[in-house]
């Protein structure tokens, strides 16, 4: 079976608090947009089997698609083996949330290649186990996120925004981030309220103005280029955001053709190592076939 798992950005990432097992307490909007990996699974003989279209993503126990097969593998004792194709299209440790969307896809592949007959919520259980963006994957949509980002409450959908992707050659690692940030220095966090009315409203505008990411200070302390990118990206679009904990820069417009143009004049600008996509956002996570 094929899986098209979309990637995430969040339209507001706030973080309350720091648990004493050192992972944050975070209240966040999370929305699918219209970029995707494919995915092709069949059952085969024996083992966990990955291929891939990327040169650089691990194939063995370190993906997070290995890692969602063998906790369904263990915990049902499945017979035989699973085989998948990763075509991989979403920028990799870009805070597009591509690992955990893979994870999400394989965790509902099998359940239905071997019947489970599991509910998207007992995946999500499962899928928290492995990585707090996994639950999110699983139901998709627009979504609000709380405590560690796994409890999740179905948000109106998002009117569609147009958007730029810009992924800088840069690997963030969402952990150091974390790691890094200093709440106490923190003097405004980001008004995930408004966003909620204006979502229900359907008041695009209202959405764009309070798109905030409190992750964007700590990832630019450690990364100076990706503030610099986040200014050029501004400077030619209404809203530049940065995706989830970086280095992805996000500039919102009006339309497509205005997402066209921005990409082009982007493409002009920055060296041939950003990968500069044009997306919108999407109301679903997976789509199977
Ligand atoms: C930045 C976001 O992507 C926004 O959606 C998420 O908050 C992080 O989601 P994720 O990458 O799926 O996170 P995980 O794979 O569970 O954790 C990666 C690392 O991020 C840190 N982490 C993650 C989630 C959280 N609420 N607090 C944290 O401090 C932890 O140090 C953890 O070791
Ligand atoms: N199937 C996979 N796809 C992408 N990355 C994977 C996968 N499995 C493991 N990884 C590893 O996970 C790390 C983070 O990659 P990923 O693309 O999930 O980051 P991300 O988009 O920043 O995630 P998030 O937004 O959830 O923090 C990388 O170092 C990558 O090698």
């Known amino acids: 079976m094929d899986i098209q798992a979309y990637a995430k950005i969040n339209l507001t990432l706030d973080v309350l608090d720091r648990r004493t ?28 089997e990955i291929t ?11 993906n997070l698609v290995y890692k969602a097969a063998e906790l369904l593998f263990n915990e049902f004792n499945l017979d035989g083996g ?16 591509g690992g955990s969307t893979n994870a999400a896809a ?10 489970l007959g599991l509910t998207k919520d007992q995946l999500a259980t499962r899928g928290a186990q492995l990585g707090a963006d996994i639950p999110f994957c699983i139901k998709g949509g627009t979504q609000l996120a709380t405590g560690i980002g796994t409890q999740l409450k179905e948000l109106p959908t998002c009117p569609k925004l147009y958007l730029v992707v810009v992924n800088p050659p840069l690997e963030v690692s969402t952990a150091q981030v974390y790691q890094n940030l200093t709440l106490d220095e923190v003097t405004k966090h980001p008004e995930t309220t408004k966003v909620i ?21 700590t990832t630019f302390d450690l990364y100076q280029e990706v503030a610099t990118l986040k200014d050029n990206v501004e400077s030619l ?3 530049a955001l940065m995706s989830g904990s970086g280095p992805t820069v996000l500039g919102f417009v009006k339309n497509k053709s205005q997402a066209k143009a921005v990409q082009a004049k982007l493409q002009e600008e ?11 956002t999407v109301n679903h996570g997976l789509l199977d076939s």
């Open 82 to 97: 699973l085989e998948i194709f990763i075509d991989k299209q979403i920028p990799v440790a870009a805070g597009l949330a």
């Open 197 to 217: 009315k204006a979502l229900e409203e359907k008041n695009k505008k209202m959405v764009i103005n309070n798109l905030s990411n409190l992750l964007e200070l």
């Open 21 to 48: 097992d050192g992972y944050h307490i975070v209240k966040m909007i999370m929305q699918n947009i219209s970029l995707y990996d494919n995915l092709s699974f069949s059952r085969g003989n024996s083992g966990i």
């Open 52 to 62: 891939t279209n990327h040169p650089h993503l691990p194939t063995g126990p370190s």
């Open 106 to 115: 394989t965790l509902v592949a099998i359940n239905k290649l071997w019947g």
């Open 270 to 280: 920055l060296s041939s190592k950003h990968r500069i996509l044009v997306a919108q």
């Open 237 to 239: 679009t209404n809203k």
